[in-house]
């Protein structure tokens, strides 16, 4: 059975400072690796998808990497706000074409 | 373009109930899967159809179904509700050339 993780569940840090998560993935044949964000009763919004050909990829302040052969992938926020509070989830999708989610970290910036 | 939308947003039935929910893709993906979201479970996988069948089932009882019409809408349908079926309802369409899951607002469902 595919199974995703990410660490740690929750981070609380102050507004400004640089921060990583991460999400460990088991399906050593993933297509690609999708990190979203949802805010508190909404649907996802879709952050940055990485193919499985690829390192890393770059939107705005964020930065996701990808290593197939360790199983892992990390999302760094650059200089952090109080409006990135939300529940950060990444979800990989092999062969069976479903995203597998992780059970997201839960991060609150504090101004 | 639109996003992803869903109807209703809120429901409230009984247990013993059916349901059905309803999903519009963006506009020009032909794909749609469904999600179930609850604090205990975190996000599962529902189905996927595409063009008008099912390409993919996720472990769920054969209570919840679905289906998609040649306009690339899908509902989901849950009979017999459970009070164990109260969760988020996230259907999602796929840029297939992007690869990208574009997510709707959900569908809170509460079974009394």
């Known amino acids: 059975k595919q199974e995703v993780t990410q660490i740690p569940a929750a981070l609380s840090v102050p507004e400004g400072e640089n921060l990583v998560l991460n999400c460990s993935f088991t399906?050593?044949?993933?297509?690609?690796l999708q990190w979203f964000r949802q805010d508190p009763g909404k649907g996802l919004t879709s952050l940055l998808l990485?193919?499985?050909?690829?390192r890393e990829q770059t939107s705005g302040r964020l930065n996701a990497s990808l290593d197939k052969s360790s199983g892992r992938s990390t999302l760094y926020i650059a200089a952090s706000q109080p409006g990135d509070s939300a529940t950060y989830l990444c979800a990989s999708r092999g062969a069976t074409n479903k995203l597998i989610f992780g059970t997201g970290t839960l991060l609150a910036v504090q101004p | 373009k639109a996003g992803v939308t869903q109807t209703p947003r809120y429901l409230i039935k009984t247990r013993g109930q059916q349901v059905t929910l309803s999903c519009s893709p963006i506009s020009g993906h032909r794909s749609v899967s469904w999600y179930q979201q609850t604090p205990g479970q975190g996000l599962q996988f529902l189905f996927e159809?595409?063009?008008?069948?099912?390409?993919n089932k996720g472990n769920f009882p054969g209570r919840f179904s679905g289906r998609q019409f040649s306009n690339s809408r899908s509902e989901m349908n849950v009979s017999t509700l459970e009070l164990g079926d109260s969760a988020l309802y996230l259907c999602?369409?796929?840029?297939?050339?992007?690869?990208?899951?574009?997510f709707g607002p959900g569908t809170r469902l509460t079974v009394l």
């Open positions: 399906d050593s044949a993933i297509y690609n």
């Open positions: 999602a369409s796929l840029d297939s050339g992007t690869d990208t899951q574009y």
């Open positions: 990485i193919q499985s050909s690829q």
């Open positions: 159809y595409f063009s008008e069948t099912q390409r």
